[in-house]
């Protein structure tokens, strides 16, 4: 039962979550599907109950990382990433440990931005498997791009440079990845966004209120 349907706001909710231990999900997607708008908004709504894992991608190339197309640049990025995203996520669950961490991305992420096929030059390079990447997460909520439906992505973000057929073929990158977890859930690209936030906050509202 969500906190609608017992008549609760969201933030009256998330103040009665039962005390347990972390969980880690992952709010990901392909470039503009709102993820980090929604996932602001519910770190504001959540009374100290959840804490935000930050995109490193962002975090990296805003803080200097060079970001280039040749192959070498990119293997290097995403690489850097990935240590990076598993480091970060190890801190928030020692520092928080009586609140659901939600992750801007996480480590499969960087398969679908690999220069060679996913499923196997990234997972060798990095020395790990799908199935142990996708057991680090409870649950997935993939947040399908606005490209999909030829809606602008533009939101500001200096490290944003894909073209909307290039987010397009990323969100579907991802979504091959991610749906090998066995909690994911998809969260498709609408005309209002405030409809898609709305059914992202009900989703994430659910999957907090039951065991991953």
């Given at each position: 039962?969500?906190?609608?349907?017992?008549?609760?706001?969201?933030?009256?909710g998330?103040?009665?979550?039962?005390?347990?231990?972390?969980?880690?999900?992952?709010?990901?997607?392909?470039?503009?599907?709102?993820k980090?708008?929604?996932?602001?908004?519910?770190?504001?709504n959540?009374?100290?109950?959840?804490?935000?894992?930050?995109?490193?991608?962002?975090?990296?190339?805003?803080?200097?990382?060079p970001?280039?197309?040749?192959?070498?640049?990119?293997?290097?990025?995403?690489?850097?990433?990935?240590?990076?995203?598993?480091?970060?996520?190890?801190?928030?669950?020692?520092?928080?440990?009586?609140?659901?961490?939600?992750?801007?991305?996480?480590?499969?992420?960087?398969?679908?931005?690999?220069?060679?096929?996913?499923?196997?030059?990234?997972?060798?390079?990095?020395?790990?498997?799908?199935?142990?990447?996708?057991?680090?997460?409870?649950?997935?909520?993939?947040?399908?791009?606005?490209?999909?439906?030829?809606?602008?992505?533009?939101?500001?973000?200096?490290?944003?440079?894909?073209?909307?057929?290039?987010?397009?073929?990323l969100?579907?990158?991802?979504?091959?990845?991610?749906?090998?977890?066995?909690?994911?859930?998809?969260?498709?690209?609408?005309?209002?966004?405030?409809?898609?936030?709305?059914?992202?906050?009900?989703?994430?509202?659910?999957?907090?209120?039951?065991?991953?």
């Amino acid at each position: 039962m969500t906190f609608r349907q017992r008549g609760l706001s969201y933030s009256e909710g998330m103040k009665n979550l039962p005390e347990k231990g972390p969980r880690r999900i992952v709010i990901t997607g392909g470039p503009g599907g709102g993820k980090t708008t929604i996932a602001n908004q519910i770190r504001l709504n959540s009374q100290k109950k959840i804490v935000i894992v930050p995109e490193v991608a962002t975090m990296l190339f805003s803080g200097g990382f060079p970001r280039f197309s040749d192959e070498l640049a990119r293997r290097a990025a995403q690489t850097a990433i990935y240590h990076v995203q598993k480091n970060l996520e190890e801190v928030y669950l020692s520092h928080y440990s009586d609140r659901v961490i939600l992750c801007d991305r996480g480590t499969l992420d960087g398969a679908a931005y690999w220069p060679e096929e996913a499923d196997l030059d990234f997972f060798q390079t990095l020395q790990t498997t799908v199935e142990d990447e996708v057991d680090r997460y409870d649950a997935v909520v993939f947040f399908e791009t606005a490209a999909v439906g030829q809606i602008s992505i533009d939101d500001g973000n200096a490290s944003r440079n894909e073209t909307l057929d290039e987010a397009v073929d990323l969100d579907r990158r991802l979504q091959s990845i991610w749906r090998q977890h066995h909690n994911f859930h998809f969260i498709a690209c609408e005309k209002s966004f405030d409809g898609k936030r709305q059914s992202g906050m009900l989703k994430l509202d659910q999957l907090l209120q039951a065991d991953c």
